[in-house]
C-alpha cells in the first residue's frame, strides 16, 4: 500500500497458541508494536492452524480474547477477519 508500511505476523506459518510453534501471532504483533510503536489500523485474519492441530476450542478463544484485550489497552484499532 503506498506510503504504508506492512507486516505480517503469519509468515512463515504460525498459530494463536503455542502448539507445534516456537513463537505465536500474540509474539511477532505485540514485538512489533513494542518496535514500531501504534499503527493507523491492524488487521487480524484467523485460520484454523490451532484447530487442526488438536488445541481445544476454549483454549483458542481465551489465547485469542488475551490478545484482544492487550491491543484494546495499548489503543490499537483492530479489526477482525
Known sequence: VH??????????????TRIG?????D???LR??????????LVIEGGINDLLNGVAVADLTAQVA?????LAARGVATFWI
Open 27 to 29: 509474539d511477532r504483533v
Open 66 to 70: 488475551a490478545l484482544r484485550d492487550e
Open 21 to 25: 510453534v516456537r513463537e505465536t501471532i
Open 3 to 16: 506510503g504504508r508500511t506492512t507486516f505480517s505476523a503469519a509468515a512463515g506459518g504460525t498459530s494463536y
Open 32 to 41: 512489533w508494536l513494542d518496535q514500531c510503536g501504534t499503527p493507523d489500523a
